[in-house]
């Protein structure tokens, strides 16, 4: 997944964001996902730049079941929701979850 991100993680990680993560020492994802999830729940952040959505893109092209076209037009939140969501069914499809 790192290799899909590199710059989504420049964008800060420590906004503070909802988590599921239920882990006693907080908060274990990751920082392109952490700004993903900043992007969903409408945290103050700046627009997606076009290398920001087409790392996106390039996510969701990979994983079965979702296309670029579904989410070509989408806004920088249904875009972020569009990847978590990918991510998830990703590690579902490996025996991961």
Not at 2 to 29: E, I, W
Not at 42 to 50: D, I, L
Not at 57 to 86: C, F, K, M, P
Request: glycine letters at 6%; hydrophobic letters at 35%; one cysteine or more.
């Amino acid at each position: 997944m790192a290799r899909f991100f590199t710059q989504l993680a420049l964008l800060d990680p420590s906004v503070p964001v909802r988590c599921p993560c239920q882990y006693p020492h907080g908060c274990v994802c990751d920082g392109p996902e952490r700004v993903l999830r900043a992007y969903c729940y409408k945290v103050a952040m700046p627009p997606m730049t076009p290398a920001h959505r087409e790392e996106c893109l390039a996510w969701i092209e990979n994983v079965e079941g979702y296309t670029r076209a579904e989410y070509q037009e989408a806004s920088d939140q249904d875009l972020a929701r569009g990847v978590l969501h990918s991510m998830v069914d990703y590690a579902r499809d490996k025996g991961l979850l």
